[in-house]
Nanobody, 115 residues
């Protein structure tokens, strides 16, 4: 079965950086990770889940929420079945649980706290 394991979160000061990773396993042979468009989503304290960034299967096309555009970068390495999110110039309001997902499957998330 599909498993998504996020890591790389932590406590960081305003203006700092983090790199989140998401390792994907168990994708069906007919639908491997390399064929899946992927997303990062986050849930801030007391807020609804929100979309952060997306990347197509090849990594050639990316898109971002306005709130993170210019600060976050989504990327992937299909040889390692891994999705990344580089977080720069972090703000207090970036504090959230971050999840990687192709839309159907979800990981357990990784907590980012900006102070």
């Amino acid at each position: 079965h599909v498993q998504l394991v996020e890591s790389g979160g932590g406590l960081v000061q305003v203006g700092g950086s983090l790199r989140l990773s998401c390792i994907a396993t168990g994708f069906p042979s007919g639908f491997p990770f390399s064929t899946a468009a992927m997303n990062w989503r986050r849930q801030r304290p007391g807020k609804l889940l929100e979309w952060v960034a997306a990347i197509d299967s090849s990594g050639d096309t990316t898109s971002y929420a306005d709130s993170v555009k210019g600060r976050f970068t989504i990327s992937r390495d299909n040889t390692k079945n891994t999705l990344y999110l580089q977080l720069n110039s972090l703000k207090i309001e970036d504090t959230a649980m971050y999840y990687c997902t192709p839309g159907v499957y979800w990981g357990q998330g990784t907590q980012v706290t900006v102070s």
